[in-house]
């Protein structure tokens, strides 16, 4: 069964700052990758995906992620943030086989200081 | 415009007192699912959907009842609510492989 791992539950940055947030991942082959954002009183929105290809995916809102095998990571990047970047963020692995049915992380919480 | 509905957005309620949060979709997706999000615990899945009158469980069915007897809804159920059912409930929806799940903006119960 996969697993994720999301080691930071809280990152404070300060606005226009770059941002890194960690996924690890537990699968015995290469998985389905997703990052989805939570704004407050807000359902999920998918961020971005990787599915296979370039390892370096890009998504909305100016947010990119690598896939890196060796690590079994999936970390979230950008380069500048702004506050309205402050969210809930969650990393999801799905499996390529059987019902894809994704496993969530934990969620890392993002907080914007002005 | 895609949307996943959910119905009510709040809810406090008692113990013991049955209760349905009903899920519709306009997107024509087989795949549909309920989760629940508790602090420090992230997203867990209570039931999946794999198409109409196709269900299963997910990590955290206890307590729960859901059905799909139309490819649009998907209700959930709580027969009998207790307080450790206190949380906010999504449901999510997405193409027939999961790639990609598109959520409802979420239900908060209490259960008293």
């Known amino acids: 069964a996969q697993s994720v791992t999301q080691p930071d539950i809280h990152i404070t940055v300060s606005e226009g700052a770059s941002l890194e947030l960690r996924c690890n991942y537990s699968y015995g082959a290469t998985p389905y990758l997703f990052w989805y954002v939570q704004s407050p009183g807000q359902g999920l929105q998918l961020l971005l995906k990787?599915?296979?290809?370039?390892?370096l995916v890009q998504g909305i809102k100016g947010f990119e992620a690598e896939f890196k095998r060796s690590q079994s990571s999936f970390n979230l990047r950008k380069p500048s943030v702004h506050w309205s970047d402050a969210a809930e963020y969650f990393c999801?692995?799905?499996?390529?086989?059987?019902?894809?049915?994704?496993?969530f992380g934990r969620g890392t919480s993002l907080i914007v200081h002005p | 415009e895609a949307q996943v509905t959910q119905n009510p957005r709040y809810l406090i309620t008692v113990t013991g007192k049955k209760l349905t949060v009903t899920c519709s979709q306009n997107?024509?997706?087989?795949?549909m699912s309920w989760y629940r999000q508790d602090p420090g615990l992230g997203l867990r899945q209570i039931y999946y959907s794999m198409n109409v009158e196709v269900t299963d469980k997910g990590d955290v069915p206890e307590g729960y009842k859901v059905s799909r007897k139309e490819k649009r809804n998907f209700p959930l159920i709580l027969e009998s609510p207790s307080p450790n059912q206190t949380s906010l409930y999504f449901c999510?929806?997405?193409?027939?492989?999961?790639?990609?799940?598109?959520f409802g903006p979420g239900t908060r119960l209490t259960v008293t």
């Open positions: 990787y599915f296979s290809g370039d390892t």
């Open positions: 997107m024509n997706h087989e795949y």
């Open positions: 999510a929806t997405s193409g027939p492989k999961a790639y990609e799940q598109y």
């Open positions: 999801a692995v799905g499996a390529r086989g059987g019902s894809y049915i994704p496993t």
